[in-house]
C-alpha cells in the first residue's frame, strides 16, 4: 500500500506525513544516542581511574563548537520563517549561513582531532578516549548528513519552491528539526565528555 504524499494533517495523527516521518526518525536517534549515553554512564560508574575531560579535551575549542551549532540552530530557525514570510533571498541567505557554521563546527572538529592524533590520544589508549572518539565521530557523522541535505535545499532543491511550495516548506522544516536535534546531542556531549 502507497502512502500518498500530502501537505494537509493526516486524520489519523494530526501531522503531515513528511512531520510523522521525521518524528519516527528522530525517536530511532535518541534510541542510538541514548544507548551511548547510558554506555558512558555505566563505564564512567564501573571504572577505577576516570579522567577529568580536561585532561585530553580541548575545552575553549569545545565552548567555541558549541557557539557554532547554537548560531547553526537560529539561522536554520531564521531560513525556515523566511520561507513562511514568502522571502525566498533570505531563505537560502539564512541556509546558506547555516551549512558555513556546520562546516565551520567540521572543521574545529578536524583541527581537534588531528591533535589528538599527534598527541596519540587514540581510543584505543583508554575508555575514555575510546568513548571520546566513538559519540564525536558519530556526531560528525549527523553533521555531514545535515550538510548534505541542507546544501542540496539550498542549491539544486530550492527550485522546488517555484513548483510545489507547501512540499518545500515542510521538507526544510523536516532538515530543521533534524538540524536542531543534532545540535542538542553536541549541547548534551560537551558538558559529559569536556567539563565532566
Known sequence: MEIPYTVAA???????NVKL???LFLA???MLFGGLFSTYVILRIGGVDWPLGAEYL?????????AVLIGSSVTMVMCFASLKLGDFAKYRMYMGATI???LT???VK?????????????????????????????HGLHIVGGVIVNGYFWGPGSRMWHVKREMFENRVEAAGLYWHFVDLVWIFLFPVLYLL
Open 10 to 16: 493526516r486524520p489519523d495523527t494530526g501531522l503531515n
Open 21 to 23: 516521518g521525521i518524528w
Open 28 to 30: 530511532s536517534e535518541v
Open 58 to 66: 580541548n575545552i575553549p575549542i569545545g565552548a567555541f563548537n558549541t
Open 100 to 102: 558555513l557554521l556546520a
Open 105 to 107: 563546527f567540521l572543521a
Open 110 to 138: 578536524g583541527f581537534e582531532y588531528y591533535e589528538k592524533v599527534s598527541h596519540d590520544h587514540l581510543p584505543s589508549h583508554s575508555t575514555f578516549l575510546a568513548i571520546y572518539w566513538t559519540m564525536t565521530a558519530l
